[in-house]
């Protein structure tokens, strides 16, 4: 069963940094684009960043270029998404998706989703 269980959320000061995973069980993550969006209250799903199968990244936010960076370690199925300089603007519940192949930033060419996790940016 493919599954994706994002992890590393939590609350920080503006300014501070997280690191957010994503690991893939049930298949090899290395074999699809992994994707990082975001939603914040009463706002839609947004896609952030992306990383395709030949490690191709691409940000879809210009808010966030420059400060967050996305990889993955194939040997622990494992995306990251490393987000320094948090700002308030940046609290969401954050989900990473998975697809064949190619990035994308609509949400619903996306079929795997893990269940988020939530960043706060508060002092």
């Known amino acids: 069963q493919l599954q994706l269980v994002e992890s590393g959320g939590g609350l920080v000061q503006p300014g501070g940094s997280l690191r957010l995973s994503c690991a893939a069980s049930g298949f090899t993550s290395g074999y699809y684009a992994i994707g990082w969006f975001r939603q914040a209250p009463g706002k839609e799903r947004e896609g952030v960043a992306c990383?395709?199968?030949?490690?191709?990244?691409?940000y879809d936010l210009d808010s966030v270029k420059g400060r967050f960076t996305i990889s993955r370690d194939n040997a622990k199925n494992t995306v990251y998404l490393q987000m320094n300089s948090l700002k308030p603007e940046d609290t969401a519940v954050y989900y990473c998706?998975?697809?064949?192949?190619?990035?994308?930033?609509?949400?619903?060419?996306?079929?795997?989703w893990g269940q988020g996790t939530q960043v706060t940016v508060s002092s």
């Open positions: 998706a998975a697809r064949g192949y190619y990035c994308s930033a609509y949400v619903h060419e996306y079929g795997y």
């Open positions: 990383i395709s199968t030949s490690d191709e990244t691409t």
